[in-house]
């Protein structure tokens, strides 16, 4: 079967950085996309890696790589509007997209 | 702006009796997307569009069904819903299929049955 793994839940201080993690295993790999959906609001894209490596955007990271099945996304300088889920989502060798359940992200002051 | 939008934000049906969500586009995009979504979940494929060209996920039950009668809009109906079918129910948008593409969601439709 086809799996996406994140933690349920984490909590972090404002200010902080925090990481993360995904883990998949899937049927091929053509993706893995980050998105961020803040709680009763619709998903809005964050990232989108293919190639191994870190890609940096703002106080956002993705990080991939393929031959662990391993992906994270890291938050520096945290702020309160980041309290938010982030969703995990790759796309398999039949070009479908198999999401994750998503990571609820709390911040505390 | 160019955007997906949703409507009604908040539907409120009783059990059985029929229900349509709306869904339109001004980004021009080729595919639609129809997601079930129910709290702390992922998102839960139902249907999506290329163009005019009509995919049913396997598993989404014969209660769905999708109509997209022109490029900009969407609609889905639920024949007879279920408590079980309470649920966001999420429109998004590609500019191409294929899964590689950027996905535009709606603000959503929160579908409660009494």
């Known amino acids: 079967g086809q799996n996406i793994d994140q933690p349920t839940e984490m909590t972090a201080t404002e200010g902080a950085i925090v990481q993360i993690n995904c883990t998949y295993q899937?049927?091929?790999?053509?993706?893995l996309f980050w998105y961020q959906q803040h709680a009763g609001e619709a998903p809005t894209f964050l990232s989108y890696?293919?190639l191994d490596g870190l890609e940096e955007k703002g106080r956002f990271s993705s990080f991939l790589s393929r031959s662990k099945g391993y992906s994270y996304l890291l938050l520096k300088e945290l702020q309160m509007k980041d309290s938010a889920s982030y969703l995990c989502?790759?796309?398999?060798?039949?070009?479908?997209?198999?999401w994750g359940a998503g990571t609820k992200l709390i911040i505390k002051p | 702006d160019a955007m997906v939008i949703q409507n009604p934000r908040y539907q409120v049906t009783q059990f059985g009796k029929p229900v349509t969500l709306s869904c339109s586009q001004t980004?021009?995009?080729?595919?639609m997307y129809w997601y079930q979504q129910k709290s702390s979940q992922a998102p839960k494929l139902l249907f999506h569009?290329?163009?005019?060209?009509?995919?049913n996920e396997a598993d989404t039950p014969d209660n769905f069904q999708s109509r997209r009668p022109n490029t900009s809009f969407c609609f889905l109906d639920i024949r007879s819903p279920g408590l079980g079918d309470a649920a966001m129910y999420l429109c998004?948008?590609?500019?191409?299929?294929?899964?590689?593409?950027?996905?535009?969601f709606g603000p959503g439709t929160r579908l409660t049955v009494l």
């Open positions: 569009y290329y163009d005019k060209d009509f995919n």
């Open positions: 890696n293919v």
């Open positions: 998004a948008t590609s500019r191409e299929g294929g899964g590689v593409d950027e996905q535009f």
């Open positions: 899937t049927s091929g790999f053509n993706g």
């Open positions: 980004l021009n995009h080729n595919v």
């Open positions: 989502a790759v796309v398999d060798s039949n070009y479908q997209l198999i």
